[in-house]
């Protein structure tokens, strides 16, 4: 059995750690509550705008008009990995890792056998895993979600807009974590470019063939506006998703932790307390058996 200053100086230890987890879990929820509430307002915005641009970009001529939507031979990959910069977040950043060479794996199996699969890093932790797994990443940027806003946003995604306008990928993958709730996350994989057509079933695709678009001025220029605008609010959608998720993940694990730090502070003042008394009696015993002798 641990002698008491053994045991004490594991108490003092532990419920310093208890202190820290707790702050954190105080700080993510707080941070939580507003990523929730920016998201929650964002995702009615954002399925609205992208079902007006599947209506008009599948009408007639469309691909030859715009290459957002012109699907190429996916020769060269690009995905993209929104991680988070730091950790304590539980499974948070290996999920999503392991979820973006799930899908290089299975839906680029031929390109990533012959290297033309690049990742590019959004946060610390998705390159410091793919590092460990010795995987290149082409480009990193960290500490962005310090300035999480659309103006920001907007410009990091006119970059990876151009890797495709310059030809150098052909397909664009987003993995990151949806915001479910504060203790679920979705570990989700969506192709940025080219815009694919939105999914609909019969009923739905036979409601909007029978609809008589009037475009003003014209759809061309219609579609010159909204396509781009398009592609901005998926990606800052993204962005405040994966933002919303890690705050929910990090509160979850620093709670679990809190726990259990309350937990074994427990035991170890019950550990403390028995060993005590064991020191207590022994001293009793030695005295009465040195005043006997």
Not at 22 to 47: C, D, E, H, T, W
Not at 281 to 291: F, K, L, Q
Request: net charge neutral; aromatic share 8%; hydrophobic share 40%.
């Amino acid at each position: 059995m641990p002698n008491l200053k053994e045991i004490r100086t594991r108490i003092s230890s532990i419920t310093t750690t208890l202190q820290v987890t707790s702050a954190m879990k105080m700080v993510s929820s707080a941070k939580l509550k507003k990523a929730q509430g920016a998201i929650m307002q964002m995702r009615p915005y954002a399925a609205k705008l992208e079902e007006i641009v599947s209506l008009i970009s599948n009408d007639r001529n469309t691909e030859e008009e715009f290459p957002f939507t012109k699907e190429r031979d996916p020769d060269n990959i690009l995905i993209v990995i929104i991680s988070s910069d730091s950790g304590l977040c539980g499974a948070f950043n290996s999920n999503i890792i392991k979820t973006a060479l799930t899908l290089a794996d299975k839906k680029y199996h031929k390109q990533n056998s012959s290297g033309k699969v690049d990742f590019f890093s959004i946060g610390k932790q998705g390159k410091k895993i793919l590092k460990a797994k010795k995987i290149t990443v082409v480009e990193q940027i960290d500490n962005f979600f310090d300035t999480l806003d659309f103006e920001h946003s907007q410009e990091l995604s006119k970059k990876i807009v151009s890797f495709f306008n310059d030809k150098k990928y052909d397909h664009i993958e987003l993995v990151y974590n949806a915001f479910k709730n504060a203790g679920s996350q979705i570990c989700t994989s969506e192709q940025f470019l080219p815009i694919l057509p939105l999914k609909q079933d019969e009923k739905e695709k036979e409601k909007n063939n029978n609809l008589d678009f009037i475009f003003e001025p014209s759809r061309q220029e219609i579609l010159e506006d909204i396509l781009p605008r398009s592609l901005k609010i998926q990606f800052y959608s993204a962005l405040l998703d994966s933002f919303a998720a890690e705050q929910g993940a990090r509160m979850t694990a620093m709670s679990q932790a809190s726990d259990n730090a309350t937990d074994l502070i427990k035991k170890l003042n019950l550990q403390f307390n028995k060993a005590r008394q064991a020191a207590i009696t022994n001293e009793i015993i030695e005295v009465t058996s040195g005043s006997m002798a």
